[in-house]
């Protein structure tokens, strides 16, 4: 019987608990053999609690029994998980984590190193909760090339936006909201609403579709703190959503990838994705766009995906890394590059709606003009990065202050 | 070097060989090996082609070389290819087929024959053509139990009440320009617009969600031809879209399921999947609703799904049907039972609105009349299928004709 041990016990490594005997019958089924939990790894004190027996303070306790053969990571961050994922892979254990700050940063180390000591290393639950996603992407649509990624990938931001829309709330409004729903953190929001929880999910997602590893310091990532009730208005006027998008896509000179708020035509299939609800696109060369959607957190959903990570894994093993896989790159400082070309929405201080139409040039339109704060924005026709900086000094050099562009995606 | 052989050079055989050729090297990498076309089987001259030393006319050819060792079938039907099919994996070949009606219909039978044989069946393309849906229904839910499943699963009719809703055409001028469009067939559109295709599709997925085989003709199968302008419209008053349903539900006393067309209100994720596309939703008992969304038809969209399952068969073979396998079940006369409660559009003929509405009573609302067409319709309180069924009788008792009646879904 395959025993398996967890290793960090909050929500979702319990959950993970209670999927395996919740549906025991169902994974028994699956794997061919009933699939206990044996261990579980916590600093804390658990001894009060009905599982109290479980519980260890001691990785090596795990590692020295051989009935383990796979380890669940549920601890997050880097600090303890690492160097643990790491003795479990070379002590010849599959590990099934959620970590995506830990998959982002060490992804393409990990998957070597499952490689050589011919386990898996398998991380569904780091993008989208419990809705699959990284193995559709590797397996389904193996027989593809995927050239492009969009997503919502955090919940919490979208939840945000959704409530600025629907209800015209501003920025703190919402995000008050969402801290008193536990959707945000009270103490530092900033991973989610400065986009670095999505810059590690497109980090992953963009690293399995180029097959060389994507560190997120290296993707120009913006949240959601610049975006206003105005501006989530001016947008509606004009067919589309704010969204906080995070992207990958091949460009002729390499990867480019960036998480950006961006307006979404309401007939693109991510604009009517709201609330806490997670969506990600793809576009395969044989495929055309298929998109994955459901719930991107949850202690129950990101559990079972976890779980059906522990019966790949302990089913096919090491053979997963055929196509799950990514080859290691170079630390390079600097930002990729971003080779869009699109219409940009600009909202600026200090200068008039007229004005500020006429520098963007006879193509743009003006979208709202608030002369009470001192702010207008305009639409502009198609622009690059450098088209849109020179805009952006243009405006500075008569006095203007650039407040926010948002890329405007195809519908 | 595995070899595999194409039954049919159809639409998607033919997509099959190219998607095999222009993607080569990554199916190669996933695989370990180049997997490579050796036969192609069709009764039809492709002597003058450039492929046309792979074209063989006899199964007997491609079962006496061993080193096929998967076989695509796409001839479609079941008179030829579920024959073909049983002696392939007889002879210890895995198949990959996009046939929905033999798989709808054989399959628990080819699922038992493929274990039996230690082989693989897989039939990923069967349903939502690339979209994948199938693979991770069965893999990455794993550790779910999937209670009930709603699709928009045939393009065509889903074309067809787009054009209705965007731009208010009946049922003939839009079936008029899918077939100019190709998405109908031009002699006999039944298959789709009655529905069959769907309940073909249904009967797979619930087949796979309740563990036991469900006949297409055990499935209430309703199509769109009974829908008007006037419907789409009305149902547009409502906040809804028209939209073609194929659903399977977990019942008290049993699996139920159907295909019909419903009201599907703006908030439910299926309500914005528009032209030819289809979407999945999913739920399941600890993820919540997951949704699949893609194109679902379309030579290299379904060839390439094809093809990921000829990967998955050459890596993971038999193994595959721990988890997507279903049990015979015995063919019995009668439909499945719809145990639905919910609010009903029911359009009449021949009676005024003011007498349908006291006929459907206090809390149903008027919701169309047109005096010179003599047709009104209301929206009812929740009923079961025995209420609307005794609704439709008074109706019919005061002279009236019931013609149409749509279940709402739920937001």
Chains 1, 2 share one sequence.
């Not at 829309?165 to 008193?180: P, R, T, V, Y």
């Not at 600097?334 to 963007?360: I, K, M, T, W």
Request: aromatic share 6%.
């Amino acid at each position: 019987m395959p025993k398996i041990a967890i290793l960090g016990f909050g929500t979702v490594g319990s959950g993970v608990l209670e999927v395996c005997r919740r549906n025991a019958a169902a994974i028994e089924r699956r794997v061919g053999a009933p699939v206990e939990v044996k261990y579980i790894l916590d600093v804390r004190d658990f001894s009060a609690t009905p599982d109290a027996a479980l519980f260890v303070q001691d990785l090596d306790t795990i590692l020295a029994d051989d009935e383990v053969r796979v380890v669940v990571e549920t601890i997050g961050g880097t600090k303890f998980a690492y160097p643990y994922v790491t003795r479990c892979l070379q002590s010849g254990r599959s590990v099934c984590t959620s970590n995506k700050e830990m998959v982002a940063t060490y992804g393409a180390e990990l998957l070597a190193l499952a490689k050589q000591n011919h386990v898996a290393f398998l991380f569904e639950a780091s993008v989208g909760g419990g809705t699959p996603i990284i193995t559709p992407m590797h397996q389904c649509l193996a027989a593809n090339h995927i050239h492009a990624v969009q997503g919502i990938v955090n919940g919490t931001t979208n939840f945000m936006l959704t409530k600025m829309q629907n209800e015209g709330m501003g920025f703190d409004a919402a995000l008050k909201i969402a801290q008193e729903l536990g959707y945000a953190e009270t103490k530092d929001p900033g991973d989610d609403v400065d986009g670095r929880d999505a810059g590690r999910k497109i980090a992953i997602l963009g690293s399995l579709a180029c097959g060389r590893h994507l560190y997120p310091e290296n993707i120009p990532t913006r949240g959601i703190r610049a975006v206003t009730a105005a501006d989530v208005k001016a947008a509606a006027g004009l067919g589309c959503a704010v969204k906080l998008i995070a992207w990958y896509a091949e460009g002729e000179t390499g990867p480019a990838a960036g998480v950006e708020p961006m307006l979404v035509p309401a007939d693109n299939q991510l604009a009517g994705v709201n609330d806490v609800f997670n969506a990600v696109l793809m576009q395969g060369d044989m495929l055309g766009d298929v998109v994955f959607y459901g719930k991107g957190a949850g202690k129950l959903p990101t559990a079972s995906a976890v779980v059906a990570d522990v019966i790949d894994a302990l089913k096919n093993g090491v053979k997963i890394h055929d196509s799950l896989f990514w080859q290691p790159s170079e630390r390079r400082p600097g930002l990729l590059p971003d080779p869009a070309r699109c219409p940009r929405y600009l909202r600026a201080r200090g200068l008039g709606g007229a004005v500020l139409a006429e520098l963007a040039g006879p193509d743009a339109a003006l979208v709202f003009e608030d002369a009470a704060a001192g702010e207008a924005a305009v639409l502009t026709a198609p622009l690059d990065a450098a088209g849109t900086e020179a805009l952006c000094q243009k405006v500075a050099l008569l006095g203007g202050e650039p407040a926010l562009v948002l890329k405007r995606m195809p519908g």
